[in-house]
Protein backbone atom coordinates (compact mmCIF):
# COMPACT_ATOMS: atom_id res chain seq x y z
CA UNK A 1 0.00 0.00 0.00
CA UNK A 2 1.46 4.01 -0.71
CA UNK A 3 1.66 6.14 1.81
CA UNK A 4 -0.87 8.35 2.40
CA UNK A 5 2.44 11.36 2.12
CA UNK A 6 4.79 10.94 -0.15
CA UNK A 7 7.77 12.56 -1.89
CA UNK A 8 7.83 12.32 -6.00
CA UNK A 9 9.80 14.36 -8.25
CA UNK A 10 8.57 16.57 -10.35
CA UNK A 11 10.98 16.11 -12.92
CA UNK A 12 11.67 12.14 -13.32
CA UNK A 13 9.07 10.69 -11.26
CA UNK A 14 10.78 8.67 -8.90
CA UNK A 15 9.02 8.44 -5.23
CA UNK A 16 11.30 9.30 -2.52
CA UNK A 17 12.74 6.80 -0.19
CA UNK A 18 11.76 8.14 3.66
CA UNK A 19 14.71 5.22 3.92
CA UNK A 20 17.25 7.51 2.62
CA UNK A 21 19.83 9.58 4.79
CA UNK A 22 18.89 12.18 2.84
CA UNK A 23 15.43 12.53 1.56
CA UNK A 24 15.22 15.88 0.40
CA UNK A 25 16.50 15.98 -3.19
CA UNK A 26 15.81 13.35 -5.77
CA UNK A 27 18.30 10.47 -6.01
CA UNK A 28 17.96 10.79 -9.68
CA UNK A 29 19.57 14.59 -9.97
CA UNK A 30 22.62 14.72 -11.97
CA UNK A 31 24.32 17.92 -13.04
CA UNK A 32 23.53 18.98 -16.32
CA UNK A 33 20.87 16.74 -17.14
CA UNK A 34 18.66 19.60 -17.61
CA UNK A 35 15.73 17.96 -15.31
CA UNK A 36 14.05 19.92 -12.98
CA UNK A 37 14.39 17.47 -10.00
CA UNK A 38 12.10 18.99 -7.57
CA UNK A 39 10.15 16.97 -5.01
CA UNK A 40 6.74 17.63 -4.18
CA UNK A 41 4.72 16.83 -2.11
CA UNK A 42 1.69 14.43 -2.65
CA UNK A 43 -1.22 13.94 -0.12
CA UNK A 44 -3.57 11.54 -0.38
CA UNK A 45 -5.98 13.70 2.04
CA UNK A 46 -9.17 11.41 1.67
CA UNK A 47 -7.00 8.92 4.11
CA UNK A 48 -6.41 11.16 6.88
CA UNK A 49 -7.62 10.91 10.11
CA UNK A 50 -8.01 14.53 12.16
CA UNK A 51 -7.18 13.87 15.81
CA UNK A 52 -9.78 15.59 18.45
CA UNK A 53 -8.24 18.97 19.23
CA UNK A 54 -6.53 19.02 22.87
CA UNK A 55 -7.16 22.36 24.55
CA UNK A 56 -4.75 24.89 23.54
CA UNK A 57 -2.98 22.63 21.47
CA UNK A 58 -0.35 23.49 18.30
CA UNK A 59 -1.75 23.66 15.23
CA UNK A 60 1.02 21.03 14.59
CA UNK A 61 -0.24 18.36 17.68
CA UNK A 62 -3.82 18.98 15.64
CA UNK A 63 -3.17 18.72 12.48
CA UNK A 64 -0.31 16.60 12.59
CA UNK A 65 -2.08 13.59 10.04
CA UNK A 66 -1.03 16.31 7.08
CA UNK A 67 2.24 16.42 8.04
CA UNK A 68 5.04 14.60 6.14
CA UNK A 69 7.03 14.10 9.09
CA UNK A 70 4.00 12.45 10.87
CA UNK A 71 3.26 9.56 8.14
CA UNK A 72 7.36 8.96 7.85
CA UNK A 73 7.83 8.74 11.58
CA UNK A 74 4.74 6.31 11.83
CA UNK A 75 5.63 4.34 9.07
CA UNK A 76 9.11 3.38 10.59
CA UNK A 77 7.57 3.20 14.19
CA UNK A 78 7.29 6.18 16.10
CA UNK A 79 4.21 6.36 18.04
CA UNK A 80 1.34 8.79 17.97
CA UNK A 81 2.16 9.87 21.47
CA UNK A 82 5.74 9.93 20.88
CA UNK A 83 5.49 12.39 17.58
CA UNK A 84 3.44 14.42 19.80
CA UNK A 85 6.23 14.44 22.12
CA UNK A 86 8.60 15.55 20.03
CA UNK A 87 5.93 18.68 18.87
CA UNK A 88 5.19 19.53 21.99
CA UNK A 89 9.10 19.60 23.01
CA UNK A 90 9.51 21.98 19.96
CA UNK A 91 7.10 24.02 20.65
CA UNK A 92 8.36 24.50 24.01
CA UNK A 93 11.85 25.85 23.07
CA UNK A 94 9.98 27.90 20.32
CA UNK A 95 8.56 29.63 23.51
CA UNK A 96 11.82 29.85 25.50
CA UNK A 97 13.69 31.82 22.23
CA UNK A 98 10.61 33.65 21.48
CA UNK A 99 8.48 34.26 24.04
CA UNK A 100 5.57 32.26 22.75
CA UNK A 101 4.96 29.16 20.68
CA UNK A 102 2.27 28.32 17.73
CA UNK A 103 -1.29 28.58 18.20
CA UNK A 104 -3.95 29.37 16.34
CA UNK A 105 -3.48 32.76 14.89
CA UNK A 106 -7.11 34.81 14.10
CA UNK A 107 -9.12 35.00 11.32
CA UNK A 108 -12.27 37.50 10.98
CA UNK A 109 -14.29 39.67 9.24
CA UNK A 110 -12.68 43.33 9.02
CA UNK A 111 -15.62 45.68 9.25
CA UNK A 112 -13.48 48.83 8.70
CA UNK A 113 -12.20 47.31 4.88
CA UNK A 114 -15.63 45.66 3.64
CA UNK A 115 -17.24 49.20 4.38
CA UNK A 116 -14.83 50.98 2.95
CA UNK A 117 -14.95 48.69 -0.36
CA UNK A 118 -18.28 48.82 0.01
CA UNK A 119 -19.24 44.98 0.73
CA UNK A 120 -22.91 44.25 2.07
CA UNK A 121 -22.87 42.89 5.52
CA UNK A 122 -22.97 39.26 3.93
CA UNK A 123 -19.89 39.57 2.30
CA UNK A 124 -16.79 41.34 3.00
CA UNK A 125 -12.87 41.29 3.07
CA UNK A 126 -11.79 38.99 5.68
CA UNK A 127 -8.11 38.89 7.58
CA UNK A 128 -5.90 36.39 8.40
CA UNK A 129 -3.39 37.84 11.16
CA UNK A 130 -0.60 36.13 11.26
CA UNK A 131 1.65 38.66 13.33
CA UNK A 132 1.41 37.18 16.14
CA UNK A 133 3.86 34.08 15.53
CA UNK A 134 6.91 33.23 16.66
CA UNK A 135 9.00 35.66 14.65
CA UNK A 136 5.75 37.73 13.68
CA UNK A 137 5.44 36.22 10.45
CA UNK A 138 4.25 33.32 8.67
CA UNK A 139 7.39 31.93 7.95
CA UNK A 140 8.42 30.18 10.96
CA UNK A 141 5.11 28.24 10.36
CA UNK A 142 6.94 26.39 7.27
CA UNK A 143 10.61 26.28 8.57
CA UNK A 144 8.81 24.20 11.65
CA UNK A 145 8.31 21.39 9.62
CA UNK A 146 11.23 21.08 8.45
CA UNK A 147 12.93 21.01 11.49
CA UNK A 148 10.22 18.04 12.56
CA UNK A 149 10.97 16.00 9.85
CA UNK A 150 14.44 16.59 11.20
CA UNK A 151 13.87 15.52 14.74
CA UNK A 152 12.29 12.55 13.67
CA UNK A 153 14.77 11.35 11.18
CA UNK A 154 16.84 11.96 14.42
CA UNK A 155 14.33 9.66 16.80
CA UNK A 156 14.87 7.27 14.18
CA UNK A 157 18.76 7.13 14.45
CA UNK A 158 19.85 8.90 11.68
CA UNK A 159 20.23 12.65 12.54
CA UNK A 160 21.36 15.43 10.55
CA UNK A 161 24.18 17.91 11.61
CA UNK A 162 24.63 19.95 8.72
CA UNK A 163 24.41 23.66 9.01
CA UNK A 164 21.18 25.29 8.00
CA UNK A 165 21.27 27.84 5.23
CA UNK A 166 19.17 30.76 4.06
CA UNK A 167 19.67 33.93 2.17
CA UNK A 168 17.08 36.67 2.93
CA UNK A 169 17.43 40.28 4.96
CA UNK A 170 13.94 40.05 6.50
CA UNK A 171 11.15 37.90 8.39
CA UNK A 172 11.75 35.07 6.33
CA UNK A 173 15.93 35.03 7.95
CA UNK A 174 14.45 36.11 11.61
CA UNK A 175 12.09 32.77 11.31
CA UNK A 176 14.66 30.85 10.57
CA UNK A 177 16.51 32.37 13.24
CA UNK A 178 13.71 31.84 16.09
CA UNK A 179 13.25 27.68 14.43
CA UNK A 180 17.14 27.58 14.22
CA UNK A 181 17.42 28.36 17.79
CA UNK A 182 15.37 26.25 19.30
CA UNK A 183 16.42 23.26 17.30
CA UNK A 184 19.33 23.89 18.41
CA UNK A 185 20.56 23.79 14.96
CA UNK A 186 23.45 26.54 13.54
CA UNK A 187 22.29 28.83 10.84
CA UNK A 188 23.92 30.62 7.96
CA UNK A 189 22.46 33.73 6.81
CA UNK A 190 23.11 35.61 3.49
CA UNK A 191 21.93 38.94 2.82
CA UNK A 192 22.89 42.21 0.55
CA UNK A 193 24.93 44.57 2.07
CA UNK A 194 22.34 46.97 2.40
CA UNK A 195 20.74 44.62 4.91
CA UNK A 196 18.31 46.63 7.83
CA UNK A 197 20.86 46.44 10.84
CA UNK A 198 18.03 46.22 13.82
CA UNK A 199 17.77 42.71 11.57
CA UNK A 200 21.16 41.76 11.51
CA UNK A 201 21.47 42.72 15.16
CA UNK A 202 18.40 40.27 16.09
CA UNK A 203 19.92 37.40 14.52
CA UNK A 204 23.18 37.61 16.26
CA UNK A 205 21.63 37.87 19.17
CA UNK A 206 19.80 34.45 17.78
CA UNK A 207 23.31 33.10 17.25
CA UNK A 208 23.10 32.95 13.64
CA UNK A 209 26.32 33.20 11.11
CA UNK A 210 25.38 35.98 8.80
CA UNK A 211 27.29 36.63 6.13
CA UNK A 212 26.87 39.92 4.03
CA UNK A 213 27.33 39.58 0.35
CA UNK A 214 28.57 42.33 -1.91
CA UNK A 215 28.05 42.14 -5.94
CA UNK A 216 31.06 40.97 -7.65
CA UNK A 217 31.41 43.26 -10.88
CA UNK A 218 30.67 40.95 -13.82
CA UNK A 219 28.56 38.47 -12.16
CA UNK A 220 24.99 37.77 -12.45
CA UNK A 221 22.08 37.52 -10.32
CA UNK A 222 21.77 38.00 -6.36
CA UNK A 223 24.44 37.44 -4.63
CA UNK A 224 23.21 36.42 -1.89
CA UNK A 225 21.28 33.79 -3.22
CA UNK A 226 24.96 32.96 -4.93
CA UNK A 227 26.85 32.56 -1.89
CA UNK A 228 23.40 30.08 -0.50
CA UNK A 229 23.48 28.37 -3.23
CA UNK A 230 27.91 27.74 -2.81
CA UNK A 231 27.16 26.67 0.19
CA UNK A 232 24.28 24.24 -0.08
CA UNK A 233 27.14 22.54 -2.70
CA UNK A 234 29.23 22.25 -0.18
CA UNK A 235 27.28 20.33 2.43
CA UNK A 236 24.67 22.96 3.99
CA UNK A 237 20.83 22.06 4.05
CA UNK A 238 18.35 25.03 2.41
CA UNK A 239 16.27 26.39 5.41
CA UNK A 240 13.97 28.52 3.14
CA UNK A 241 10.38 29.20 2.43
Not at 20 to 27: E, G, I, T, V
Not at 109 to 132: C, H, M, Y
Request: aromatic fraction near 6%; include cysteine; glycine fraction near 10%.
Amino acid sequence: MTRASRLVCAGCGLEADPADPYPFRCRNARDGDDVDHVLRRQLESARLVFPAAEGDASPFVTYRDILHAYHVGRARGLTDAQFVRLVTDLDDRVAEVEGHGFRVTPFARSDELSDRIGFPAAGGVWVKDETGNASRSHQARHLIGVLLMHAVLARLGRPIRADLAIASCGTAALAAGVVAAAGGRRLRVFVPVDADPVVLAQLQELGALVTSCPRVPGATGDPAVAALTAAIAAGALPFTC
